[in-house]
């Protein structure tokens, strides 16, 4: 049969699009073949795994731990999708990534690794990862806390995953959610989880997920929104993303160049060193601090937002100062040891412990922030260029300020900084890190200027 000029044109177009959806579908693998749970396999608590209507349905039960269907395959690299939907908003599930089990037989966890979190509460945190069993929160979404609308309650969402190398990328219904680089395994199962439930009236809520495809070849990482914090777990390094929105290192965990002493322009010599790439406030033999003073920075800001790790030991005090009103007076983030340090009941309304506003505004309590003296510990200051202040501890975000707001400005009035002239004027300053005579370790600073 002859085609006609149109007809020829339109065979060749459908036989192009077919050729594209074909090469297209062979890209995915789909590991969930809507029939039965052929290359998957339980792990943790009794909460059962069923399908219904092409759907892998996980039903909540009550006295069980946390519970999970895994894939009998392990996973390096790869974009992974799915959907998922869950019944009420007082549970919460995930899905593992990279996911390991457990190699000790005395742990009551089963499974461990990442979790991308499945969170319908009024948290808003899905999207976020979570280290199972093992580091807790990682990127908790107060780090985005644009993407917490992205979830849709009581329907269907979908679930973006992209686990290229050390960068895990995720988004909820197509908006960006968590930018994390991680340390650990970069090699485990997929999962899905159930989680324990203590509310009676959860039993029998149920998880569902459909349309569960992985891709493991020909991976190229989506761009991310430059505005979107990076959680960097990568002691001292800046990664390729970060230096492209402009952070810089303040310490690289070797070199004490961007530093200087308050009355000095060169850095102390004596009482701050550099050990096992940290900044540390050091002891004599005897056990005293060699004390060295306050260092600031040679550089000065304004608007900014800094990360930093430190390190308490037991009764120790320390702070970040930043728009300082004069050499070593200015606003502190507080460094402390809560339980053994009487400055934390010192003040009014907690206003001096542990990610204060030190003096001023009290920090968020929530246990769940802090972790134990002798652990690493992330801070966060960020101040925006409308005069805002944000104080962050491993993640969550636990205090929010107005500089503006004559609450705020009330608050200085009623405490140590009332006769300080100009404290709340000042726009511009160097960073300071205070030596309190403990030992405190410093290290992965890094700062943008916004």
């Not at 120790?316 to 339980?339: C, H, T």
Request: glycine share 8%.
């Amino acid at each position: 049969m002859k085609l006609l000029p149109q007809q020829a044109i339109v065979l060749l177009l459908a036989l192009l699009i077919g050729s594209c959806t074909t090469n297209n579908s062979k890209e995915w693998d789909y590991l969930f073949n809507e029939k039965d749970l052929k290359d998957w396999h339980t792990l943790g608590g009794q909460a059962p795994f069923t399908i219904e209507d092409e759907r892998i349905v996980a039903t909540m039960l009550p006295q069980s731990p946390n519970s999970f269907l895994v894939t009998d395959k392990a996973y390096k690299d790869f974009i992974l999708e799915l959907d998922f939907k869950i019944e009420g908003n007082s549970s919460n599930s995930g899905i593992q990534i990279r996911g390991q089990k457990n190699s000790n037989a005395d742990s009551p966890h089963e499974v461990e690794g990442l979790q991308i979190e499945i969170d319908p509460s009024s948290r808003s945190w899905t999207g976020g990862i979570y280290d199972e069993a093992r580091r807790g929160w990682l990127y908790p979404l107060d780090l985005n806390a644009k993407s917490k609308d992205a979830y849709k309650s009581g329907e269907f969402n979908q679930l973006r995953v992209e686990a290229i190398g050390k960068e895990i990328k995720t988004w909820v219904n197509g908006v960006p959610c968590a930018y994390l680089i991680d340390t650990l395994h970069e090699e485990g199962f997929i999962g899905l989880q159930v989680h324990s439930i203590n509310d009676p009236e959860l039993e029998g809520k149920k998880v569902f997920f459909r349309n569960i495809r992985i891709k493991t070849e020909n991976l190229s990482p989506s761009e991310f929104p430059p505005d979107i914090h990076i959680e960097n777990l990568t002691p001292n390094e800046l990664s390729p993303g970060q230096i492209d929105q402009g952070y810089k290192l303040l310490f690289d965990g070797r070199s004490t160049s961007e530093w200087q002493g308050v009355t000095s322009d060169s850095f102390p010599k004596s009482g701050w060193i550099v050990e096992q790439g940290a900044l540390k406030i050091a002891k004599a033999p005897d056990g005293q601090t060699t004390s060295g003073g306050d260092i600031i920075s040679k550089d000065v800001f304004s608007a900014f937002d800094l990360t930093f790790e430190f390190k308490l030991t037991n009764g120790a005090n320390s702070g970040v100062k930043y728009l300082l009103s004069d050499q070593s007076v200015g606003f502190e983030y507080q460094i402390l040891d809560d339980a053994l340090h009487p400055d934390a009941k010192m003040g009014m309304d907690n206003n001096r412990t542990l990610a204060s506003l030190y003096d001023i505004v009290p920090s968020d309590q929530n246990p769940r922030a802090r972790k134990p003296v002798g652990q690493w510990n992330k801070g966060r200051i960020l101040v925006t260029k409308d005069n805002t202040v944000h104080h962050y501890l491993n993640g969550y975000e636990v205090l929010s300020v107005d500089r503006d707001t004559d609450k705020f400005l009330d608050k200085v009035k009623t405490s140590k900084f009332k006769d300080r002239a100009g404290f709340t004027e000042v726009r511009e300053s160097p960073i300071l890190l205070q030596d309190h005579s403990d030992e405190v370790h410093f290290r992965s600073i890094r700062i943008k200027k916004l």
